[in-house]
């Protein structure tokens, strides 16, 4: 065992001040070095981490974590009830997700080991919130508990430390010979569990061009790729060097309509749309052909999964016949249909071509404007200007229908004019008091949604990931985990 | 030759004030900024406000200008929010990539670029001269990516010569830094190299059909004394030249050399600044290679006089 194992990603890390971030590349090495009260298990169930546990109160008002005892900070200090106060205020200021905190009245410290959440109002489903891992609210040290974004002293209490970070090069981690390993578990689950550190090291090395990443792969230069293109993995399929991990539960590819701005606010209009694509085919073209047809709003076998209810005669039709009659209905009169879409995220550019084209062949007069993804970001929050957006939602359908719709509901949706019956529904999902109860309430959003049609699934997208087959016991999940894993030549 | 050198230095001024005015406005009308990196696509209104105000973009664009020059008047370039440094450290430590990258991708290329020249002009209408410049269009003609690939796939992937990638400092290990800035400098070279052998070939055949070649020849000097310490010596300023606009080129940064073989140099540095709307390091980062190209000119046209004396005394 021992030994250093070199991952490739192809983007810098924006910070390894982890609350702070919801990028991906990001998230790949912090979820190595730090950890949360609560995270997500293997089937996306809260489950303790640095809590022992959590006991709410019956009025749904008190959340009381009892705190493990023993777990030390990578600067050799235990970690108690003070640090865990001081890393909530801050996340609560400056963490990027911090609005997850919202309906917490106070955090009190009442005890040594034991933080209390006092909460404005009931609200079920907080700790599936609080487990999220987008910006996860991970415990930091009391001292970096006023720093300011970027500022802390990047200690975490997770299995690997972080000793150097180069940017546009590597962050390179070592074992934390004194971590706290959590005796509860047999093994690592989720983003909790018992995790065991085998490897001395682990580098993380940005790669930025995929071909470079291929041939270090092929080389044994880097031993895991975190994402290799479809094409170049199917070449390598025989290779007895290479093991390939296929995820197909990765993201969500979407297609969200302007509700707001002509001829998007025509509801005919946006049901033409519907109707005259064919995901097969942009989902084939996007994702390089890894990905599940899937009409339904979260992933298929998960708690909430209702199938493809209301999607029939909706998903997946390729009827430009119909689409032309929704058109003329619509009183379409060959205005421009603006596609707005990025050259940073691939599946983005090469979505808004299919989709672009099947609409032209259906007469809509579609035209696509390509920017960088600071652009494409700043534009979509105009209300006018665009009328599709393409995009690829990872984090959220992970997370499950409460994030997804807290996109597509409030003052700001991500299509624009809000929908005052989706958002009686949102409400109605997060003080939903059973699971059941809230997968009713999730039912009739997924119904509203092919009502109105002003956000269009296209597909579930995968990601392909590669390792020298010298890595043993690697598992795709939503980073690469560093720790459980070990080399044999 | 001193009075040359502080004309030159005074008029860089103007220059550098336009470019550090230039990049502070485009940044301001380019639509888009840092909370795209850090709210991600699903922050809110409010989130995304909140980031714009953490990191000063909610100030009026004169309070940000205002703050800007009185920095950059004493000296500091700005402090870079995401890479949490300051602009100058985030840029010199990048420099140490590109410079190692540029001088020996420079060294190759003109060592090559002038020999492949000379050859061409020396041996005018022969295979020789035609093979020359088939080589020079063809580096000038591949794509520079493509090239690194191959070079990867030979040396990297198949006979597993050279690491297909990465930075390794000088300072820590020289073989390895050598080993890791082969591929790339070469890569790099091919490319540039095409441009000096070209010029040094038509620069050359002008000065070989000159009379002082005729009489040097006549009075029975040496080919290679002939060619090299008289024709090369009078061809040089026009080469000169390519090489002084190849040197500010590459130490610019090359970025997609620098992309290929991950290396972390000043192109990707701006790049990378730019994607993320890292506006302090984009400004700053600007300042420094057109600094970069400023001081290579002069430098180059001190070397115009060391060449020629004509240009030194005025003539």
Known sequence: ?489 | MTLFIVRRLLSAIPVLFVVSLMSFVIMWLVPGDITAVLGGADASPEEIERIREQVGLDRPIYERAIIWYSSLFHGDLGYSYLLDRPVVDAVLERLQVTLSLATLALVIATLVGVLLGVLAAVKHNTWLDQGSMIAALVGLSIPDFWFGIVLIILFGVTLGWLPTGGFVPITEDVLGWARSMTLPALTLAFTQMGVIARMTRSSMLDVLNQDFIRTARAKGMRAHTVVFKHALRNAVVPILTVVGVTTGVLLSGAVVIETVFSLPGVGRLIIGSIQRRDFPIIQGGLLVTASVFVFVNIIVDMLYGFFDPRVRDGR
């Open chain 1, 1 to 489: 065992m021992g030994g250093d194992l070199v991952v490739a990603q192809s983007s810098n890390p924006p910070s390894l001040d982890a609350m702070t971030s919801s990028s991906g590349a990001s998230r790949n090495i912090t979820m190595n070095v730090y950890e949360t009260l609560y995270g997500f298990n293997e089937k996306i169930e809260p489950m303790p981490i640095l809590a022992e546990t959590v006991e709410i109160s019956d009025d749904g008002l008190k959340y009381r974590f009892p705190l493990r005892k023993g777990v030390l900070f990578h600067n050799g200090k235990e970690m108690t009830a003070k640090d865990v106060k001081a890393s909530l205020e801050r996340y609560r200021k400056v963490g990027a997700t911090g609005s997850l905190l919202e309906p917490v009245e106070s955090i009190d410290i009442t005890g040594d080991y034991e933080v209390t959440l006092t909460m404005k109002r009931p609200t079920p489903t907080f700790l599936e919130a609080f487990c999220s891992p987008r910006a996860p609210a991970v415990i930091i040290p009391e001292e970096d508990g006023a720093a300011e974004v970027n500022k802390t002293s990047l200690v975490g209490t997770g299995p690997y430390k972080i000793v150097e970070f180069v940017p546009d090069s590597h962050v390179r981690l070592e074992r934390f010979t004194d971590y706290s390993q959590d005796t509860r578990y047999d093994g690592r689950d989720g983003f909790g569990g018992k995790k065991t550190a085998y490897l001395d090291s682990a580098t993380f090395r940005i790669i930025p061009e995929p071909g470079a990443a291929v041939a270090a792969l092929q080389a044994g230069e880097i031993q895991i790729l975190d994402q290799i293109p479809v094409p170049a993995a199917r070449r390598l399929e025989d290779n007895p060097d290479i093991d390939l991990y296929e995820n197909l539960q990765w993201a969500f590819n979407v297609f969200i309509l302007n509700t707001n701005a002509p001829p998007t606010d025509n509801p005919k209009f946006r049901e033409a749309v519907q109707v005259a694509l064919n995901m097969e085919e942009i989902m084939g073209i996007s994702t390089e052909g890894l990905f599940n047809l899937n009409p339904g709003w979260v992933y298929p076998g998960t708690t909430y999964d209702v199938g493809d209810l209301a999607s029939a005669g909706y998903y997946n039709q390729a009827d430009t016949a119909r689409a032309q009659a929704l058109l003329k209905e619509a009183g379409y009169n060959n205005e421009e249909f603006t596609i707005l879409t990025d050259s940073n995220i691939p599946e983005h550019g090469r979505s808004a071509v299919v989709i672009a084209e099947q609409l032209k062949a259906a007469g809509i007069n579609a035209v696509i404007n390509q920017v960088d993804w600071p652009t494409a970001l700043k534009l979509r929050m105009e209300d006018t200007g665009w009328n599709g957006w393409t995009l690829q939602m990872g984090i959220e359908p992970y997370l499950g229908p409460v994030a997804i719709m807290s996109t597509l509901t409030g003052k700001r949706p991500h299509f624009v004019k809000n929908d005052e019956q989706l958002d009686g529904l949102y409400q109605e999902l997060i003080t939903g008091q059973t699971s059941e109860e809230r997968k009713a309430t999730f039912a009739k959003m997924q119904t509203r949604l092919y009502e109105t049609f002003s956000i269009i699934k296209v597909g579930d997208s995968g990601l392909m990931q590669a390792s020298r087959s010298s890595v043993k016991n690697f598992k795709s999940f939503r980073f690469p985990r560093v720790y459980d894993i070990w080399l044999e030549n």
